[in-house]
């Protein structure tokens, strides 16, 4: 079975998997595998892009997706006589059997099949299996990839690996290094205009037990990568000045504080 | 299965003038291209001929070239552009414009186009240029030959015209400004030499450097993750990825939270646009203050350093350059300033840059530039892990110690089968940023020949246009069609362009674009893959690399390549006789373009014994080792920095100069650019602070990159990008709008929302934009990238563009009255939610008369064709669309 392994700390964004695969397939018949793509409209393969937190502390979550090719499609149960699995594990639909079959477009719950209107098919990602067949390594997606994000694997082979990474029940894309939430701020005197560093700020959860102890760094800044969604409590003490309590609601995002302005104790 | 049945090695960067980059494998079928693929480098060479190189970080972490080329998004795209409805498909002629009769200037940008044939084009086009020859003379005629268009020598985009216009006489050049160089090219060759656009040359070794002994890389108004891939690819983000690996803090310092601090950065500043200068004196100030800069470094390295010290103490002004006086210009607290001035000021800290943005095209560009150098040279600059590198242009004309990896043992070049221009190399010019005047008839004078090429003596040069008894610009020969997307002034531009002092406009290009439309003829001009050619990799940071580029494809249309073109306007001007007689063959020699490829070859600096043009031609491409004994080139100025007397600058005292004697003789009264770097405010034409009066109708500062999805001009019409989430806001009206990204604090105060259409706009204009809500953008601040493919509504000052050009409201002034770079970046805005429907209403034939319009893919050539009918087929075409 082979499968995708993307690492997602190496993505760029740079969105070049989803641009090859275009490039393969709109306007290139490679029937019987696969007739062409729509120029626009189609995502085989996607990247989907999530801007996260705040000024100053704002990353772009970038994850290329794929049809996880799952142990259970239901495509392969609705229409066997038209969607099976190739040599290489991927779920493909026959175009020239499943003409007019617009349903098979409906059933896939993660939207990785797709209908064609003008040739009346529904149409997916076959991994290029007319490329595979032909003495290439991988799909041009994974060709195309110059940051090393996206691997294309051996399920048996690279156990260790898939064994690291996460991924949707039954789907045959792995994740490497899926982005939590993070609690970010930093702390100043404003009085003279300094940072705070070596402030220690203790972050909660919401029953009170500590989850992680981490001081501010030589911008006064803290940050906490490790966040579930879910609300925190973050304490700060800084020796001389009052301590100060704040809630970090990571329910539905990030949480980054306005820069944190500490007072002096009388 | 047929995968292929011809494949070729094209490079495809932007670079022209007979560089190139991005070099990839294209496999055609059945006369078309079938795909565009990174080339395996495996498949031909093994690691011990390429002289393969590992460098290894101080934690074990190791970089290495790759065997394959890393092939940006552009390439990948590429066969969008060579078939797009767009292409200009058969020479066309302005319906309104009569040579022989009424010319119509001022219908410029309106009027449609009529279909004619190549020989009626280049009889028209003939008969022009010996008409002007004979009432007017040769310094009449202004090429417009420079730009970004395709990497082609034989067939160059740009300035081929040069050539043929040379053997009658002469022309005017239009001098390219060092666009993505500006405060540089004014400054900070003025601080450290640096010929000849003023970013550290002397790079050698530097990435090893850093990867042991750098602690963090400011990455100051860089954005390697969008502007490498134009011109090198994307070795330039698995270097940074490395960088980032070896605990090397990465600290992002832009109004943007741009492409590449949104995957990299530790640490954003969120630094307001075109004010750096305060920050960089508010720095210094510390470690004056502090006492924490490198003294005797300084005092051994460096002249004039008392007079800055002066200047930023306050003594000459009153106003100490406090972190306190800093923020509120600046827009970054006091405390954050000390912060990183006094991390700076302890740690090895280098300075990463990528060119463009507002940090180095906004006005006075050139002080922000020097004061870097002055930091950098404040904290020892040639020490270990202290540096200036760029991840861009590794192989900058030629010189392969601008790049921090080692480089190639050769740098092949096209020279020999080159037909454009060499930038610089002029007798008759004038500046690109000062081209109005020329097309509106003016006498000017300015200092400098101003090019990317030219060293830092040739600013203080006085030049004027026309010569003395000459009657000026009086026909615009242009090559490259955008300067109101992608330079200073575009709505005056567009004025010019209508001027009654402009008899005839000839444009050549591949698609009907921005200014092609304001053209009296114009000639469709065929992309890469339709013509042969020589051409060179140097930027890819792996190996340099020559290519031959087959054909793989047929011409699109009626297209001719540039170099065809001429010479069918040569062999029209030979009917003319006189000095025109025998002129194809005096332009080409006779040659093939096989014979020119060989030519080429040759003479591209492989050695003799290396060349095998027939397995070269097999291949397709051929890479050239890495040189030996590479790790024993000295490490980039280390050399100054041990012994700056052995190892001097290229500046008048071989070290660093705070204070410019060659400024201050020339120019004592010069308070912009004056002989130190300063703060400042206003002058020579910008008034654009936030605490300007002006900032009460425009109260926002805009940032212009160099576009994420474009390269300049290039790549508007590809739907496959167009998709992209940032690439495009569809509008209620079912137009794709240009993204107007506005931070959310900004939206709340101005009742916008995402997906809101509005306007843009100051004194020089309006330009429409989709709204983008995000906190990739400060408060106070709008970001919208340069170079979208305007759709004109209004023409000229005061107009309006619904295609979101956003240089048409820039400044037409310079970065300052003796530096003529441009300043499209870092100008105060208005921003306003607009009602499409209202407009289309109030401007009904404008809107209307776009009924191709496609927002998959944009504007289409057949809305400005009298009959609307094209002649070439499409990739959408194929799929049953119409045509």
């Known amino acids: ?15 070049c998997c989803q641009l090859a695969c275009k490039d393969e397939h709109c306007g290139n018949d490679w029937s019987p595998i696969a007739k062409p793509q729509p120029m626009i409209g189609q995502f085989w393969c996607r990247v989907d892009e999530e801007e996260r937190g705040r000024v100053p502390v704002v990353r772009v979550a970038y994850t290329p997706s794929f049809c996880g090719n799952c142990d259970e499609c239901p495509l392969l149960e ?20 499943a003409r007019g079959r617009s349903d098979l477009a409906d059933l896939c719950p993660h939207g990785f099949v797709f209908w064609n209107d003008d040739l009346a098919i529904s149409q997916k990602c076959t991994g290029c299996a007319h490329l595979l067949r032909n003495g290439w390594n991988e799909p041009r997606c994974v060709d195309a990839c110059s940051t090393g994000a996206l691997r294309f694997i051996d399920e048996d082979g690279d156990a260790d690996e898939i064994a690291r990474a996460s991924h949707a029940p039954g789907s045959h894309v792995y994740y490497l290094n899926v982005p939590k939430r993070w609690i970010a701020g930093t702390i100043v005197d404003r009085s003279i205009n300094e940072v705070i560093i070596g402030a220690d700020v203790t972050i909660s959860d919401e029953q009170g037990n500590e989850v992680a102890r981490v001081q501010t760094d030589w911008c006064g800044d803290f940050r906490y990568y490790e966040c579930d969604q879910a609300r925190y409590q973050v304490r700060i003490v800084v020796e001389g000045y009052e301590s100060i309590e704040l809630v970090a609601d990571c329910r539905n995002g990030d949480v980054v504080f306005d820069d944190i302005f500490v007072i002096e104790k009388n | 299965m047929r995968l292929s049945d011809d494949t ?23 006369g078309k291209v079938a795909r565009i693929r990174p080339v395996h480098f495996d498949e031909d060479y093994t690691k011990e001929e390429l002289n393969y190189w590992k460098l290894t970080g101080r934690n074990g972490t190791v970089f290495e070239p790759g065997m394959k080329s890393y092939t940006p998004p552009f390439p990948l795209v590429y066969k969008c552009r060579t078939y797009s409805p767009n292409r200009i498909p058969f020479p066309m002629k302005r319906i309104d414009w009569n040579p022989d009769g009424e010319r119509h200037p001022e219908t410029r940008g309106t009027s449609k186009y009529e279909r004619i044939s190549w020989d009626e084009a280049t009889r028209i086009i003939a008969a022009e240029i010996k ?31 040069t050539r043929l216009l040379d053997l009658c006489g002469g022309y005017v050049m239009q001098a390219r400004n060092p666009d993505s160089w500006e405060g540089w090219y004014w400054g900070a060759k003025h601080a450290w030499g640096m010929d000849p656009v003023g970013q550290n040359t002397h790079s050698t070794n530097t990435a090893q450097d850093i990867a042991q002994n750098c602690d963090a890389m400011l990455y100051w108004g860089c954005d390697l993750e969008t502007n490498s891939w134009g011109w090198g690819g994307q070795q330039a983000s698995r270097m940074a990825y490395w960088f980032d690996e070896c605990g090397i803090e990465h600290i992002a310092i832009a109004p943007d939270c741009n492409y590449t601090a949104a995957v990299h950065a530790d640490k954003w500043f969120p630094v307001l646009p075109n004010t750096d200068a305060a920050l960089q004196l508010a720095i210094a100030y510390v470690w004056i203050t502090e006492g924490t800069y490198d003294r005797e470094y300084i005092q051994t390295h460096s002249d004039g350093f008392d007079w800055f010290e002066y200047y930023v103490l306050g003594n000459d002004d ?14 970054i607290p006091a405390y954050r300033i000390k912060a990183l001035a006094r991390y700076w000021a302890s740690h090895a800290v280098s300075i990463a840059h990528c060119n463009g943005g507002s940090y180095i095209r906004a006005a006075f560009s050139h002080e922000p530039a020097r004061l870097e150098v002055y930091l950098l040279a404040m904290q020892g600059v040639g020490k270990p892990g202290r540096i200036s590198i760029k991840y861009i242009e590794w192989i900058l004309f030629g010189m392969s110690s601008c790049s921090p990896l080692p480089p190639s043992k050769v740098v092949p070049n096209t020279a020999a089968c080159y037909n454009g221009p060499l930038i610089g190399d002029m007798d008759c010019f004038v500046p690109k940023c000062l081209v109005h005047k020329a097309l509106r008839g003016e006498e000017f004078s300015w200092h400098g020949r101003g090019t990317a090429a030219n060293g830092r003596a040739d600013q203080f040069e006085q030049f004027s246009f026309p010569a003395e008894g000459e009657p000026g610009i009086k026909m615009l020969w242009s090559d490259n069609p955008s300067f109101t997307t992608s330079l200073n002034g575009g709505n005056e531009f567009q004025d010019a362009l209508r001027s009654e002092n402009l008899e005839f406009y000839l444009v050549e290009a591949p698609w009907f674009e921005d200014d092609a439309r304001f053209a009296d003829i114009v000639l469709p001009i065929c992309t890469k893959f339709e013509v042969s050619d020589f051409g060179t990799d140097n930027d890819s940071g792996q190996w340099s690399a020559v290519t031959y580029e087959k054909a ?74 890495t040189v030996e004994d590479w790790e024993s080139q000295l490490v980039g100025l280390s050399g100054f920095a041990d012994d700056p007397d052995a190892n001097p600058l290229e500046t008048p005292t071989g070290k660093i100069e705070f204070y410019s004697v060659p400024l201050a003789t020339m120019w004592p009264d010069d308070e912009v650019r004056g002989p130190v770097a300063h703060w400042i405010e206003r002058g020579d034409g910008h008034d654009d602070r936030l605490s300007s009066d002006r900032a009460k109708d425009y109260p926002f500062l805009i940032v212009s990159n160099h576009p994420r999805w474009r390269v300049h001009a290039e790549m508007d019409d590809v739907p496959w990008l167009r998709e992209i989430e940032t690439c495009k806001v569809m509008g209620p009206d079912g137009y794709a709008y240009e993204p107007l990204w506005v931070n959310p604090l900004d939206a709340e105060s101005l009742g916008l929302r995402n997906g809101d259409i509005a306007k843009v706009f100051n004194e020089r204009g309006a330009v429409l934009g989709g709204v983008r809500v995000t906190e990739r953008i400060r408060q106070g601040v709008v970001y919208m990238d340069h170079g979208a493919n305007s759709d004109v509504i209004v023409a000229g000052l005061g107009g309006l563009d619904r295609g979101g050009a956003i240089n048409h409201i820039c400044p037409t002034a310079t970065s300052s009255k003796h530096a003529n770079g441009e300043v499209t970046s870092g100008y105060l805005v208005g921003i306003e939610k607009v009602d499409v429907f209202e407009l289309a209403a109030r401007y009904p034939d404008a809107f209307a008369r776009r009924g191709f319009y496609d927002p998959s893919y944009g504007a289409d050539v057949r809305d400005y064709l009298v009959d609307g009918k094209s002649c070439h087929t499409s990739l959408q075409a194929e799929e049953g669309g119409e045509q």
């Open chain 1, 1 to 15: 079975m082979k499968a995708f392994l993307i690492d997602l700390d190496r993505c760029n964004g740079c969105y």
């Open chain 1, 78 to 97: 609705a229409a066997p006589e038209c969607v099976s699995r190739n040599e290489y594990g991927f779920v493909v639909i026959d175009p020239d059997a």
């Open chain 2, 8 to 30: 070729a090695v094209h490079n495809l960067g932007l670079e022209s003038f007979g560089g190139g980059a991005n070099i990839v494998a294209v496999d055609a079928l059945d």
């Open chain 2, 131 to 161: 008409r002007v020859h004979e009432a007017y003379g040769p310094h009449s005629i202004l090429c417009q030959g420079d730009g970004h268009g395709e990497s082609k020598a034989i067939h160059t985009p740009h300035g081929c015209m």
């Open chain 2, 318 to 331: 009153g106003i100490p350059k406090t972190p306190e006086w800093a923020e509120p210009l600046c827009g």
């Open chain 2, 552 to 625: 793989v494809i047929d011409h699109v249309g009626e297209a001719l390549s540039d170099w065809e073109a001429i010479q069918e306007i040569a062999r029209a001007l030979e009917v003319h006789g006189g000095v025109y007689e025998n002129l194809w063959m005096r332009l080409t020699g006779g040659k093939t373009a096989e014979q020119q490829i060989e030519e080429g070859y040759a003479a591209c600096g492989i050695a003799e014994k290396e060349r095998d043009f027939e397995a070269f031609k097999k291949r397709g491409y051929q890479l050239i080792p």
